[in-house]
């Protein structure tokens, strides 16, 4: 994998459903990973930054892990409520003096009511 | 405390104009990025600037320039507009080198007609 990709593009699901989205990046050279929640006309919102293999984290009824060896980052969302509906961004950081972070092209997500 | 903030919000310009788009990041950040948005994609990596140097620059034209002032704020230069130049140009702050999360702001909408 030479770029940071994101499936599936989008989603539609019930409220109520459980789903997950799946991240992909190179595996070598990890520094770190960053999943971002956005909604329209609002800023990216930081959800998590993910730096060691294993790694699992959890923000309410978000939760995120992650593998660097495999080079696979997954989030799930327990229990969509419409609030949920917006786009997830992963971005892996290649730290070092710029920390340019780059983007897989996200995960729409809209839950119907 | 306030988030990142860019001026203007929305903005209009012709072929061949110069823009000038303006971000104040977190107080205490001492980092600037500068993100590029074209629909359908991730956000591009243009500038990253670190106590008002230039410490990484994507795979932009020479067209884009950037700089960072004493207060740690940032302006976003673009010459000689073109069409594909119509995007959402984001800001983000970090505390700098080593510090792993980036604070996006709302961006700019730049259309070029």
Do not use: C, H
């Given at each position: 994998i030479l770029n940071v990709e994101q499936s599936p593009q989008s989603l539609h699901v019930q409220e109520g459903d459980s789903t997950n989205f799946t991240c992909s990046f190179p595996s070598s050279n990890f520094y770190a990973l960053h999943w971002y929640r956005w909604e329209t006309a609002k800023s990216p919102e930081a959800l998590f930054v993910m730096t060691l293999n294993g790694d699992e984290k959890k923000k309410g009824r978000i939760s995120a892990t992650l593998n660097t060896k495999e080079g696979y980052s997954y989030l799930y969302i327990k229990g969509?409520?419409?609030?949920?509906s917006a786009t997830y961004l992963c971005a892996q950081d290649y730290g070092g003096a710029t920390n340019k972070l780059i983007f897989g092209t996200g995960t729409l997500l809209a839950v119907q009511p | 405390d306030a988030g990142v903030t860019q001026s203007p919000t929305h903005l209009i310009k012709t072929r061949g104009q110069h823009v000038t788009l303006r971000c104040s990041p977190i107080s205490g950040h001492k980092s600037v990025s500068w993100y590029q948005q074209v629909l359908g994609q991730g956000p591009q990596f243009i500038f990253q600037y670190y106590e008002k140097e230039e410490r990484g620059r994507g795979?932009?034209?020479?067209?884009f320039s950037a700089r960072q002032f004493p207060n740690y704020s940032s302006e976003l230069n673009v010459n000689a507009?073109?069409?594909?130049?119509s995007a959402l140009y984001l800001c983000a702050s970090s505390g700098?080198?080593?510090?792993?999360e980036q604070y996006f702001g709302p961006g700019t909408r730049l259309t070029v007609t």
């Open positions: 969509s409520q419409p609030e949920d | 795979n932009f034209p020479d067209r507009l073109l069409l594909g130049d700098g080198t080593g510090s792993y």
